[in-house]
């Protein structure tokens, strides 16, 4: 769902983190698989919402595909 979303946007890019690769992330994350950040800031974590995530998206500057083509 998180994709499908993602790739409604020109200028949103997924990066996927191993939570392994910082001891700190296991500790602050290792119950909330998945985490979702924007912008660096913890935005959804379990369930993510897809109307709300693209709203959050288009809040911070992402471009929709379906608005550029308007």
């Known amino acids: 769902m998180i994709e499908k979303v993602v790739k409604s946007f020109s200028n949103v890019v997924v990066e996927h983190r191993n939570l392994s690769e910082k001891t700190e992330w296991e500790s602050e994350y ?15 974590y379990w369930r993510v919402d897809a109307g709300a995530l693209a709203d959050e998206l288009l809040s911070r500057g992402g471009l929709s595909e379906a608005s550029e083509s308007e």
Request: proline share 7%; hydrophobic share 40%.
């Open 30 to 44: 290792g119950d909330k698989i998945p985490v979702i950040h924007i912008d660096d800031q913890e935005f959804a």
